[in-house]
């Protein structure tokens, strides 16, 4: 009969490799993921969460006519979150050990999502819908990658999307104020 492996490491090798491998920062030897493809996959979160905060911001600012005013906040709350949301990447970017790149040269090229001008409302909310949905699909196959490779990271995206999810409802919901139909068959 094989004797049973303990659940935890023993606690003194822990403090042993803690302080052996300290210029690793968060990033411990249980890390499942490869750090360099994180980071570069992050890269890509933090430009589309950028992207989306600046043209939220932009159609909170643009947004005409006389239906403008409840779309103009909802559009300014939405981007008050994807800069939050943007923050939170941009953390886990330093946990990685990498430089979060806020640059704006070539940011929509790393962005997931695209940055529309819209000149009516009624577009404003469709191009919004539009990233929205980009950034659940994108996001939920990140989550499906990182999975029990990088939990932390996983979690962290987990919850953005819980919050992108609600912004596509939310733009859906517009659409169907603004033009009377669903553009999008409910499920069965």
Not at 32 to 41: L, N, P, R, S, T
Not at 108 to 124: G, H, P
């Amino acid at each position: 009969m094989t004797k049973p492996q303990p659940f935890l490491t023993d606690i003194e090798d822990l403090r042993k490799m803690a302080r052996k491998q300290i210029e690793n920062g968060a990033v411990t030897p249980s890390y499942g993921g490869d750090v360099k493809q994180a980071i570069a996959i992050l890269q890509t979160v933090l430009a589309t969460e950028i992207v989306c905060w600046l043209r939220y911001s932009m159609n909170a600012v643009a947004a005409s006519g006389i239906n403008s005013e409840s779309v103009k906040a909802e559009f300014a709350e939405h981007a008050r979150e994807e800069r939050e949301h943007a923050e939170q990447v941009a953390e886990r970017l330093n946990q990685l050990g990498g430089k979060p790149n806020f640059n704006p040269e070539g940011l929509a090229s790393r962005s997931a999502s695209q940055y529309a001008d819209a000149e009516t409302l009624v577009d404003m909310i469709r191009e919004n819908l539009i990233a929205e949905r980009i950034a659940v699909e994108h996001y939920r196959e990140l989550i499906r990658f990182f999975g029990d490779k990088d939990p932390a990271t996983r979690v962290m995206i987990e919850g953005i999307l819980a919050k992108e999810e609600e912004h596509a409802n939310d733009m859906h919901d517009l659409l169907i104020a603004h033009q009377g139909k669903p553009m999008l068959k409910k499920g069965s």
